[in-house]
């Protein structure tokens, strides 16, 4: 008797330990049916070339897709670049949010227009408001306190149109005077940001959540300055941006509400007498924030992924998932002490990467001969033998749920896949105006891309979700991947779902677009590549960006697909 009261101990000890983990996946090969939302058959509006290169595109549950796309450039030099939508619902026509071409919107009286986006565009998840990162010339010029000199302010923003046209969200411009509800909340005199790292979200129609930099005094040093971070807010209202001297208001504009902080570089991480060294930038919805905050970026100790409510300033705070916390599945004592900064929240369920243990994968990373030329050889000159670099072998794609509290493993490496993390050397390349980062200098950056969506079967009510993310297979050899075969793939949870093949490098190109054959040959060209973000997948729709052969003699696009509610059998 006593044995066998031991025996069920045992059992359910053993049950609790692993009910908050997914069996071993199976895979199954789905059948997707997919829609071209442009490819490069389609004209960029207002011009006479043809889309060619793609970012990850975002959406929302009514189907309107928001992607950053370019040309080729062409006779005219400069390739036409911007941020285009189209409505996957009505099967409207694609439609330019900004461009090139683009006078950035007020305050601006110099007339200034785009240069570029620099990261991919999100959208609100209800709504059709879409959110994007711009970079231009100053926009505004002012006299300084002396009454004579003149300066130049305002080079970049983040742009979005709750109220039907494009407006200013947020903006470099904080110092100006007339402009002060931009600057960093609780700075007096008001501080610029400086920049705006990654992507922007939005919610409950005109909230714009982000990450900013700035540099504020040093309290050590009058003469010197140190770098901040955070995560913050800013409601927008469908009013003009009043300006001193009797000039006309700005409009259309969206309003003067200032800029709201969620947590920064003065902010104790919770349960902790330690502040925050990194912040990365939001996911949003339903008028709460995900973001991950940690100690350390590099190495952190402390930290983790957090949950706020979008109200007044420094809002309270709610660890989901922290540095330190058992990794679901593993043996007791295995902890997480790594996670990642991309994020993906439908207003229930957190998606992310994380890893733990202490065993690396050494890489070592070649400059690509495709791409922006100047990036291109900028890299082979900082780099001419690769970049050597580490991965951990343990880690995997992980979803929490905020309502039952509890993370569920999705897939992890080395049992089902090889790696999730995925690398690109991108930035700001010295001498040129042009990024496709943070505005930070060119270097080698890492990345995961993984997005969630519990409302496939239409409701966040119950524990279901689905997982959409990027993973490879393959064997290292020498630092390099030999032969490796990179995918998109997709799990419902928490079950023991098998986990699906959605698009994969080596698959036949048709499958995904019709048109993907060579012109010349009629020979079927096979995926090359395919991307991700955290905003692609939607209620039960996903979007994916896909190259078919190489950006010079090939296909690419980007595309929709209906996930179905039901699970694989």
Known sequence: MKNTRILRLATLLFALFVSNALAPPSFAQATFTWTTVVNNGVTVPGDTRNFNSYNQPSLSVNRLVVFRARSKGGATGEPAHGIFTRDMALATPVVTIFDRNTTVPQPNNLGSTFVEPPSFPRIDMWSDTIASRG??????????????TETRAGTTGIYTNPFGNLITGASNLGAVPDFSFFAVPG???????????GAPAVTDDATIVFKGNYSAPDPANPDATISKTGVYYRNLADEAIPVSEGAADLAPAGGTNSVAVIADTDTLIPGTSTPFGSTAPPSAALREAVFAGFDNEENPTEGGIYLAPLTGQRPLLSALVKIGDRVPGEKKGTVFNRLGEGVSFDGRFVAFWGAWGSEFTTLVLQCVNE??????????????NGFTTTVPVHQGIFVHDTVAHETFVVAKAPSDFTDFVYWNFSGLVPGTGESDDAGEPARWRSATFVAVSGLVNGSLKDPTFHAAFKARTGHVVNGAYVNPVDGIYLRKGPSDSPIQTVVKTGMDGTLIDPEAVDPLTAAVLPVTAMGLERDGFRGNSLAVNVSMGTE??????????????????
């Open 552 to 569: 010079e003699a090939g296909w690419a696009g980007i595309y929709l697909t209906t996930v179905p509610a039901k699970k694989l059998r």
């Open 371 to 384: 791409g922006n030329k100047g990036r291109v050889v900028y890299c082979k000159q900082q780099y001419p």
């Open 135 to 148: 970079n231009h010339q100053p926009v505004w010029n002012y006299l300084l306190p002396d009454g004579i």
């Open 187 to 197: 700075t007096t005199p008001p501080v610029k940001f400086d920049v705006f790292p």
